[in-house]
């Protein structure tokens, strides 16, 4: 615990105290700053699916993870202030069409789906499926789970792969409105498996070592790029996040977060 408050007493000095702005899921007003015309005192709304870790995650009231540090990295090289709100995942999406939410980010992959609603950062984050199995299990691929239940978070890639393979229909698939609520049934066995990105499960991995799995990849799965998501035509703001973004690419701060979520 001690060691926690330090963590987030550092990233508070190192990122600026713009992070306090980022507490709870937050009620304060979206669309932020509409009474002033000057650019630079608007409060972007960030949308983000808190139950991603490592990620995105609830810390109390508080959001934390990989996402948050690098979004509040970008604002602070783009010179933007933003507050950060745990909407969920569907809403995410859902709130940006609405207007409410003016950015995202949450571990999105930029799919060319995704790309004809939304427009996507430059990526900051390369992942891949895996699929969760019991230790002990036979299957090698994905198609040997053919029959069986296989968990999901609903409208996500993992959920693609598993259509893509089983067909739009397949009655195994069991959609979850978050990735802990499929992991949870995997451990008390209502599902026989779960595919998810590797990051969030390999954390899954590395906190429960008493349980008895594996984690496998299929040849089918593709690489995949997280970016941050904008109402499509915002250019505006799509400019200033890429700009934030090339800005820690270029002096390290990306890569120092990085180093500090998933080590060297
Ligand atoms: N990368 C996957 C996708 O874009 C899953 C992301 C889920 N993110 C989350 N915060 N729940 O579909």
Redesign the pocket.
């Known amino acids: 615990n001690g060691k926690k408050w330090l963590a987030t007493l550092a990233l508070t000095v190192g990122v600026g105290l713009l992070v306090s702005a980022c507490g709870s899921g937050g009620q304060q007003a979206s669309g932020g700053g509409s009474g002033s015309a000057a650019g630079d005192s608007k409060v972007y709304v960030v949308g983000?699916?808190?139950?991603?870790p490592p990620?995105?995650k609830m810390e109390a009231d508080k959001i934390t993870g990989f996402d948050i540090d690098v979004v509040q990295a970008v604002a602070d090289a783009a010179g933007i202030k933003i507050e950060v709100k745990n909407t969920g995942?569907d809403p995410l999406f859902d709130g940006i069409d609405k207007g409410n939410v003016d950015l995202g980010i949450?571990?999105?992959?930029i799919?060319d789906e995704r790309k004809q609603k939304y427009d996507f950062s430059d990526p900051y984050f390369e992942?891949n499926q895996l699929i969760l199995l019991p230790e002990d299990s036979t299957v090698a691929k994905l198609a040997d789970l053919k029959g069986k239940k296989i968990g999901v978070?609903s409208?996500?890639?993992?959920e693609?792969v598993v259509k893509k393979a089983f067909g739009d229909t397949y009655e195994g698939i069991k959609g979850y409105d978050?990735?802990p609520s499929a992991v949870d049934d995997f451990f008390i066995g209502r599902v026989d498996a779960v595919v998810?990105?590797n990051a969030v499960l390999q954390d899954y991995a590395k906190k429960m070592k008493d349980k008895k799995f594996k984690l496998i990849k299929d040849d089918s799965f593709e690489v995949?790029h997280?970016g941050i998501i904008v109402k499509k035509g915002n250019a505006d703001l799509l400019n200033k996040i890429n700009q934030g973004m090339k800005t820690i690419k270029e002096n390290g701060k990306l890569k120092e977060i990085n180093d500090k979520y998933f080590g060297q």
Do not use: I, L, N
């Open positions: 983000t699916d808190a139950a991603y990620f995105e995942w949450s571990a999105v992959t799919t992942a978070q409208a996500t890639t993992g693609q978050d990735t998810a990105d995949e997280y």
